[in-house]
């Protein structure tokens, strides 16, 4: 694999077309086998640093429309945990389903699952059909990949019921020395970014953007309050930074004086630390504590003069009936996730007397991920990366997610062998180099 990456390194297509594909690759994933062993057990006692393996796999071709990637860095998403710990639902069930698709589908059946759905790196080889993209170009890679054989995904990809997230609803992810992917998934690498930054970005912030800017999430205006829980993490952070770029104002909500500080240095002026004040939303895990949830909306209106218009949820089950009762008259609650839970209460009186909406919202197209990405490309966002480790260590990578035990984003590099590679505008980098450094420990 040296020669892959030493050719990958060049920035010479020559190069990399040149280069032998190896028949084997080494890669994170889980086994089926661990699933099995893990069956009845509670989640709690599941640890990604035991789950999480990284190993050798045998390389695959890539068929019509696809690519294959020598991956020279990846990150952690929450979908990682969540295949880690095999809940809600061990992916190895998408895998199957998958697999039964077609014939070229069925190679995604396998006992592991290369786990990952972000990647920075180059291509390697194009099957048969890929004309945007060749041999040599940097690229990252968008995860969603749409199927399209019915209409229902012609208007939004979101809407594709054949539509799967790659890594997570697919095999051969990014988290590995080479990936799989459809050509419809990839875009240009930032320039200025290293490998490990450019490969932070993709999952979260273009879930970010769908949520926030573009119209099938808040299409969020100019001055508009948006509440964002979570806004040191990965989709807060950007979600904060594409309220700040819109013309918005964000009110972040974490839970330590170190993350609110970051929040301040992206340029946020209103910033609730949860756990300094002691917000404490639920007695036990199903009675409401009503009292901290209208504490919680003084706490907003003191702070923002005012309800927030818009409302970035992802938390879940501990944070959605405070949401609800805290957006603006008319109001927007945007749900991509539930990290505490997915059965959620709230009172529903909030919800139609005040004529708010609760709007779901799922990953990106690839026309929102791009416009995304090419908000990277000229500055105007940046990586929240914070730490960064090697491919061998995806298992304590994915751990201290799971623990949110992280600030921003959590890097892994693949075939890059040392962080701060892959930078081919230094000019650009110079300028915006504190923003692009913030959450860097
Ligand atoms: P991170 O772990 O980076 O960030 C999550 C943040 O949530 C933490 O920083 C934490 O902030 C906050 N949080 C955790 N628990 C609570 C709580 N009980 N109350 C309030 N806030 C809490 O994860 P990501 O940002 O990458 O992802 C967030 C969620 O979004 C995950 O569930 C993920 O699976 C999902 N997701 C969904 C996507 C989709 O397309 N549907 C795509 C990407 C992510 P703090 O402790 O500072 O308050």
Redesign the pocket.
């Known amino acids: 694999m040296t020669h892959v990456r030493d050719a990958a390194a060049t920035d010479d297509p020559q190069a990399i077309a040149a280069c032998e594909v190896p028949a084997g690759y080494r890669a994170a994933v889980v086994l089926a086998a661990d699933h099995q062993a893990l069956a009845g057990s509670p989640v709690e006692d599941r640890d990604p640093r035991k789950t999480v393996q990284v190993q050798e796999v045998p390389t695959p071709e890539p068929d019509h429309g696809e690519v294959l990637i020598a991956t020279m860095a990846s990150s952690i998403?929450?979908?990682t945990?969540?295949s880690a710990l095999f809940e809600p639902v061990p992916t190895f069930r998408f895998l199957r389903t998958l697999g039964r698709t077609s014939p070229e589908a069925a190679r995604h059946d396998q006992p592991y699952h290369v786990l990952g759905s972000d990647l920075s790196g180059v291509v390697l080889r194009t099957g048969p059909g890929v004309r945007e993209w060749k041999p040599g170009d940097e690229v990252v890679a968008h995860?969603l990949q749409p199927d399209l054989q019915t209409p229902g995904g012609h208007d939004d990809t979101l809407l594709d019921p054949g539509q799967r997230?790659w890594g997570y609803e697919t095999n051969f992810g990014g988290l590995a020395e080479l990936s799989l992917v459809k050509a419809n998934q990839l875009m240009p690498k930032p320039a200025h970014l290293t490998w490990e930054e450019a490969a932070s970005l993709g999952?979260?912030l273009?879930?970010a953007y769908?949520q926030l800017v573009s119209h099938h999430g808040a299409a969020m205006k100019q001055g508009e309050r948006v509440l964002v829980?979570?806004?040191?993490?990965?989709?807060?952070?950007y979600a904060t930074q594409l309220a700040l770029n819109g013309g918005a104002v964000p009110i972040c909500?974490?839970?330590?004086q170190a993350?609110a500080d970051l929040c301040r240095q992206m340029g946020a002026e209103l910033v609730i630390d949860?756990?300094a004040e002691g917000f404490s939303?639920w007695e036990g895990r199903d009675r409401p504590r009503l009292s901290e949830w209208s504490r919680f909306r003084g706490a907003v209106r003191s702070l923002a003069g005012d309800d927030p218009d818009i409302v970035i949820e992802?938390?879940?089950?501990?944070?959605f009936g405070v949401s609800v009762m805290i957006a603006a008259r008319g109001g927007k609650v945007v749900t991509?996730?539930?990290?505490?839970g997915y059965q959620h209460t709230y009172d529903n009186r909030h919800l139609w007397m005040r004529v708010k909406r609760i709007i779901g919202?799922?990953?990106?197209n690839y026309r929102e991920a791009w416009a995304a990405n090419e908000l990277v490309a000229r500055g105007s966002i940046h990586p929240v990366l914070s730490r960064v480790y090697p491919l061998d260590a995806t298992g304590d990578a994915t751990h201290a997610?799971a623990n949110?035990s992280?600030?921003?984003?959590?890097g892994v590099l693949c075939l890059a062998d040392r962080p701060g590679m892959g930078v081919r505008d230094p000019e650009l980098r110079a300028r915006k180099l504190d923003s692009i450094n913030l959450f860097r420990k």
Not at 253 to 256: A, D, G, L, M, R
């Open positions: 998403n929450y979908n945990v969540w995860c997230v999952v979260a273009s879930t769908r829980w979570g806004a040191a993490g990965g989709v807060g952070a909500v974490v839970s330590s993350k949860r756990a939303f992802h938390p879940g089950r501990d944070t991509c996730a539930s990290t505490t919202s799922h990953m990106a997610v949110n992280h600030h921003g984003k959590v």
